[in-house]
């Protein structure tokens, strides 16, 4: 029913999207376990760069805290499995309701505040939540903990098993992250967003409830990063605060990625995670000089398009990729 009332060019956007999942399902038997757990990888970044560019690119929330979920949703799947014997699989929604939860707490007091100062407030409330952690020493504290053996083995019978349904999670998180955004943005909710990130007021003066549209994406959006963090950590097996609350790995990337895509831009976040990915892998064996490369490409790429890599090929070609337009 839903496809049957958008125009075609969006129905052959999700029909392309949905060939593209099948095909990259069938990778377990046609590409190398190394390469597996980095296209695992690569789906789990772009999931959480596809939700920050909904957040700061649509609904104006430039978050610093975007790991505060990542690592709520990691510990509360580790404390549902490690320590309450519930099945890892039923721990990825829980871990999304424990994000949500956080994210319902913190939301009404950071909304009290706008621009830089909302940004420094979602970093602090993620080093708050960190804290908390560290300071339960039934979760190892600082040191950390591991997933137990029975937990690791109730994932999958043997680790050629496990590291194929890990990775059928992170692509059903990660391109169904992107199916599910992209039918928010064609719906009269995507309307809304696209309203607030090209006029606040002009959005407000239409009937456009801000504060709510922005507390509903909020909460979503933490949700979801939940289960991605919960699934993150299903591959790694470990987790600490340092690692689960990681600025830099979480947030920081995160951002970098987006800007070099293009904020604002559905097509942004996923052009960002494929080059950000191109380059580390290209330049990791370089040690200090695979971050000033970094540092230089986001600094050229915003001094020649603010709309990043995306928004320079749109305005030359005026193509998009994923059309949002209810134009047949």
């Known amino acids: 029913m839903i496809l049957k009332s958008l125009p075609k060019k969006q129905i052959r956007v999700f029909l392309v999207l949905t060939l593209i999942t099948i095909i990259l399902a069938s990778a377990p038997w046609w590409v190398s376990r190394a390469d597996i757990r980095l296209l695992g990888e690569f789906y789990s970044f772009l999931a959480l760069a596809v939700l920050w560019n909904l957040l700061a690119g649509y609904t104006g929330l430039i978050s610093v805290g ?18 309450l014997g519930i099945s890892p699989f039923l721990s990825v929604p829980i871990s999304m309701l424990a994000a949500a939860l956080i994210a319902g707490v913190f939301a009404p007091l950071l909304f009290r505040l706008n621009g830089a100062h909302f940004a420094i407030g979602t970093w602090v409330a993620a080093e708050t939540i960190s804290l908390c952690f560290f ?116 947030t920081i990337i995160i951002i970098f990625i987006v800007v070099i895509g293009g904020i604002g831009k559905l097509e942004g976040a996923i052009v960002g995670t494929i080059v950000f990915f191109i380059l580390r892998e290209t330049l990791a064996d370089y040690g200090v000089v695979y971050l000033i490369v970094l540092g230089v ?28 337009t209810r134009e047949p």
Do not use: C, H
């Open 135 to 250: 300071m339960v020493p039934e979760l190892g504290g600082g040191a950390g903990m591991s997933l137990p053996t029975d937990v690791v083995k109730s994932i999958a019978s043997s680790r050629a098993m496990r590291e194929m349904t890990i990775y059928w999670l992170m692509l059903g998180l990660g391109l169904g992250t992107i199916f599910a955004v992209y039918a928010l943005l064609l719906s009269k909710t995507g309307l809304a967003l696209m309203a607030l990130r090209d006029n606040e007021i002009a959005a407000a003066s239409l009937g456009i409830n801000i504060w709510k549209t922005k507390f509903v994406m909020y909460i979503a959006v933490a949700a979801a990063t939940g289960a991605i963090g919960a699934v993150i950590f299903f591959q790694k097996l470990r987790i600490s605060p340092e690692s689960a609350f990681s600025l830099n790995d979480w």
């Open 297 to 324: 490409f986001a600094i050229i790429i915003m001094m020649f398009s603010r709309k990043g890599i995306w928004g320079m090929f749109e305005e030359k070609f005026k193509r998009s990729l994923l059309p949002v």
């Open 66 to 83: 975007q790991q505060a979920f990542v690592g709520v949703g990691g510990y509360a799947m580790f404390i549902v499995t490690a320590k």
